[in-house]
């Protein structure tokens, strides 16, 4: 069975730090991969997309990044956070093709104090 | 991308049938209607999915009418531990864009 992996679980960093979440996923190949963020009471937000190695879409302009150094890894980064940048961060995959089901790791809580 | 509208909250009581209605009047030919649940601190889980008609699992319903601009998930005897925010989601043809709206907030009350 597929399985999806986020750490760390929570996080507390000063502005201007920077920023590595990890996601990772067991038991399939060639997943889409997500980044989501969350802010505290709100709907969920798509930061990013990846349908492959090396392959990223952004949704939003910001001060984030992501890379997919490996088919089964997604690393969400910063530079330099930001307050704004507090939330839940959320990493899901789904399978290559329609219709799409997203399933989601156990999510990342970042307070950037 | 298809936009999804749903009603904020919804109040219920244990052992009632809770009915959420998502509008998506732009749907496309080729969009899925998904529909998640998310309890707080922790990522959305899948509940069900739908083109048309009705689709039923182990835990809802879905219906959806035939012009497909609307659906509706169906949970059947709710218990306090269905209090969740519950998403709809319509996907575009490459499934990759699904856009998550603001989800409607069910409280289960005793």
């Known amino acids: 069975s597929q399985t999806i992996h986020q750490w760390p679980a929570t996080l507390v960093q000063p502005v201007g730090s920077p920023l590595s979440l990890e996601c990772t996923v067991e038991g399939t190949s060639n997943p889409n991969l997500y980044w989501y963020r969350q802010a505290a009471g709100r709907g969920l937000q798509l930061l990013f997309y990846s349908v492959g190695i090396g392959q990223i879409s952004s949704e939003v302009p910001q001060n984030l990044s992501a890379s997919r150094p490996q088919d089964r890894q997604f690393i969400l980064s910063s530079k330099k956070l930001l307050l704004s940048d507090s939330g839940f961060y959320l990493c899901?995959?789904?399978?290559?093709?329609?219709?799409?089901?997203?399933?989601f790791g156990p999510g990342t809580r970042l307070t950037v104090l | 991308l298809a936009k999804t509208t749903q009603p904020i909250s919804m109040d219920s009581y244990e052992g009632q049938e809770v009915n959420i209605t998502c509008s998506h009047n732009?749907?496309?030919?080729?969009?899925?209607i998904t529909w998640y649940q998310q309890f707080p601190s922790q990522g959305p889980r899948f509940i069900i999915q739908g083109y048309k008609t009705k689709v039923t699992n182990e835990v809802a319903s879905l219906f959806i009418p035939a012009d497909r601009k609307s659906s509706t998930l169906s949970l059947p005897r709710v218990s306090l531990s269905d209090t969740a925010v519950y998403y709809c989601l319509v996907g575009d043809s490459a499934g990759n864009k699904l856009t998550f709206g603001g989800g409607t907030r069910v409280l289960v009350k005793p």
């Open positions: 899901a995959w789904s399978a290559s093709g329609p219709p799409t089901v997203q399933f």
């Open positions: 732009n749907i496309a030919t080729n969009d899925y």
